[in-house]
Structure formats: structure tokens, C-alpha cells
């Protein structure tokens, strides 16, 4: 089992301050690194009889699977910190600022492309490819297999929020810039789901399908609505979509991701086969069949090319 850790005694630093809809947040010291720490916010007013959501799990858990498949993630750790009395489980997020790099995210690189009259916080697929095309922090195609690796395993995991402001580039002081760690996978993995919610996708094959094949969506878009990842991946018609997603099933071990679930600290044995059943479910229904689709093609391609 992962350690249990309680941040309540850690410094904290005041002058650091992060935006963000999702909970609140502070900057403190663990360990001598300095993190985010976010805390769960209100499930009030949401479909859900929890007090507060799970996204610090969900946070941790998607980051973490992110690092076993192989794409840079933030560093996560799963703790608790006490407020009032009430002690909260909370997620620290490692502060990849911190050696004095500046993050820039994608929004803010989209709004540099003078020549497109789409603001930055678009999130309509057609316009996140210019950008990718013509920005210049990067080389433009390790962006673009970067943006379809992360895409891939937003599927997998069921993430509703990989909006244009959670997702970007570091640049130190002397101009070098870089892609960012993946970051913010709090909307991953159901973090509304109560326990109500997971028995009944425990239980019932419909239950599960539908929070496979219908949602969550992408919050990226094509023709001003919102990317169903099942559709879009098993009718990919974008090569540079499918190698990405042909690699990221190949790095994909099931086995791995079930034993580091299992070792999560602070959840139920009812969240834990949740979870990996969940995760399952989106890998063999989702990317799996939609990496069959594109072998086959693939196999019927280099036969027509052979008559």
C-alpha cells in the first residue's frame, strides 16, 4: 500500500497562488519540493449524493496511469489535510514551475496565431491543428503526436475537461521551451460517481455501457459539438490519430495499472473495483476495438496494394 501522508503540518507558501474552477488550492512545501495541494470540491448542486467529489482521487489515480504508460505526467501524491477539524483526502501536485520555468498553456499559444480569427479558448479540433501547426515553441510534430497520445489516454480514462487552459508548454530564461507534464486529470474516472452510482456499473452491463459509449464526451469539438470518444476513434479518418492510438495500446498493461489501484491509500475496496473494471471497460470497448479497426484496415490496405 501506498504511504499515507497528512500535508496539514507542511509549510505553506503564501506568495504562490493557482487558478482553476475545481476546489480550492494552496502551494506547500513536502519533503523539501514545493506542490499544489488541492482539495476536493463541493459536489453541491451535482448529480450526486457525495458531499464533495472525487476529483483528488481521480487526480492522482489518471496522473499516475498516465506515468505507467509511458506520457510525462505531473507528479501526484494521495494524502490528508485537516481544516476545522475535518480531515479532508487531498491531492499534492508537484509544482513543475518551481526551477523557475514559466507555463504557458495551449489558450495562450493559440492566441499568438495573428492569422486565425478563432480566440484561444476554442476548443474546435480544425483550430487546436492549426495552432499545433503553426505555433513555434515546438517542434510541431512532437506536439502533434504529444496532442494525440494525451488524447488517447483522455479515452481511455473518460476525461470531460482537456480543455485549451490545462495543457501547454514550460519556457526557462533563456527562451528554451518544452511540453508541460500532462496536469489537472481531476475529471477523469467519474469523480461524480457515488456509491450508488458505482454499484449500479458494478452490477449492470447497461449501466457501464453507458458511461462508455455515450459519456463522458471530449470537451474538444467537431462542427461545434462535443467529441463522443468512441465515434470518433473507431471512424478515425486521421492518420496521425490512429499511430498514436495503435501506440499507446501497445504501451497499455492492464495488469499494471490493476496493481497500482490497488495500492491506492484512502479508498474502498468498492471504489477500488470500480475503478479497475471502469478502466477495463473504456480500454476493451473503446481502444481496443478501435485499434482492431485500425489493424484490419491496415491488413486490407497492404492486401489491395499487393493486386
Known amino acids: 500500500m501506498q504511504n499515507e501522508v497528512d500535508f496539514t503540518g507542511c509549510r505553506i507558501v503564501p506568495t504562490k497562488a493557482f487558478g482553476g474552477a475545481n476546489g480550492k488550492k494552496i502551494s506547500i512545501e513536502y519533503d523539501g519540493e514545493l506542490y499544489m495541494l488541492k482539495f476536493p470540491p463541493s459536489a453541491e448542486n451535482k448529480p450526486t449524493e457525495l458531499s464533495y467529489t472525487n476529483s483528488c482521487i481521480s487526480e492522482h489515480i489518471a496522473s499516475s496511469i498516465f506515468n505507467i504508460i509511458g506520457l510525462n505526467a505531473q507528479k501526484t501524491i494521495l494524502g490528508t489535510y485537516t481544516v476545522n477539524g475535518k480531515e479532508k483526502v487531498v491531492c499534492a501536485c508537484k509544482d513543475f514551475t518551481a526551477d523557475g520555468e514559466t507555463f504557458y498553456d495551449f489558450s495562450a499559444i493559440k492566441n ?30 512532437e506536439l502533434l503526436e504529444f496532442f494525440w497520445e494525451m488524447f488517447a ?113 484512502y479508498i474502498s475496496d468498492l471504489q477500488r473495483n470500480f475503478y479497475k473494471q471502469y478502466i477495463a471497460a473504456r480500454y476493451e470497448k473503446i481502444l481496443e476495438f478501435a485499434y482492431d479497426n485500425i489493424m484490419e484496415q491496415s491488413k486490407d490496405f497492404g492486401m489491395n496494394q499487393m493486386q
Not at 480569427?117 to 491543428?129: K, R
Not at 528554451?176 to 454499484?199: H, T, W, Y
Open 112 to 141: 499568438t496565431i495573428i492569422d486565425s480569427e478563432h480566440l484561444g479558448a476554442g476548443t474546435e479540433l480544425e483550430d487546436i491543428l492549426e495552432t499545433i501547426e503553426k505555433q513555434k515553441f515546438v517542434d510541431s510534430a
Open 153 to 265: 489516454v483522455d479515452a481511455f480514462l473518460g476525461n470531460f475537461d482537456r480543455h485549451n487552459g490545462n495543457w501547454g508548454f514550460l519556457v526557462d530564461d533563456n527562451g528554451n521551451s518544452r511540453i508541460a507534464p500532462v496536469f489537472d486529470c481531476g475529471s477523469c474516472l467519474l469523480p461524480q460517481a457515488d456509491v450508488k452510482i458505482m454499484e449500479k456499473v458494478l452490477k449492470n452491463e447497461d449501466d457501464l455501457n453507458a458511461r462508455v459509449y455515450q459519456f463522458p464526451t471530449s470537451a474538444i469539438k467537431e462542427d461545434n459539438r462535443k467529441i463522443n470518444y468512441f465515434d470518433f476513434l473507431t471512424n478515425c479518418n486521421d492518420d496521425n490519430c490512429s499511430a498514436a492510438l495503435k501506440r499507446i495500446v501497445e504501451r497499455i498493461n492492464l495488469d499494471e495499472i490493476n496493481d497500482f489501484i490497488d495500492d491506492v491509500p
